[in-house]
């Protein structure tokens, strides 16, 4: 599933993206540094209904916000340098927790992920424009 979007229409791509990804709870995000994986999380948190602030977790690692279905994890692994290091900051717990989890810079520890993740691929297209593909691997 693809689909190209732009701050203005961020909202109702997120609100797409929440229909296909529907009941699967860890949902990982690849593109490039400045792709848009943060600003798409938000809005997809947005849409979920999590109550507060919803701020990038780079140097914390792991944000937790409160939602109407349950706690919503915002993971950023871009710090970290190996599996053993997600591990041990507590990231592999938040995956087979059952509850969402939003997972910047999943690369960084591929291994740790369970088989049903969801993975979305952002792409720069130009200033504005963004293109998103959801897929399963």
């Not at 849409?47 to 109407?68: D, H, L």
């Not at 087979?96 to 993740?117: H, K, M, Q």
């Amino acid at each position: 599933m693809e689909l190209h979007f732009t701050l203005d229409t961020i909202e109702e791509a997120a609100r797409w993206a929440l229909n296909i990804i529907a009941q699967r709870k860890v949902v990982a995000f690849h593109g490039e540094m400045g792709a848009g994986k943060t600003t798409f999380v938000h809005a997809l948190c947005i849409a979920k209904q999590v109550k507060g602030t919803v701020s990038s977790p780079t140097f914390a690692i792991i944000n937790e916000y409160s939602a109407p279905e349950g706690p919503v994890y915002h993971i950023d692994l871009y710090r970290l340098n190996s599996e053993e290091e997600a591990i041990r900051a507590g990231v592999e717990d938040c995956l087979y927790s059952g509850n969402t989890c939003l997972v910047e810079w999943p690369e960084r520890a591929p291994g740790i992920f369970p088989d049903d993740t969801v993975h979305v691929y952002l792409q720069v297209l130009d200033s504005q424009t963004r293109h998103i593909r959801i897929a399963d691997k």
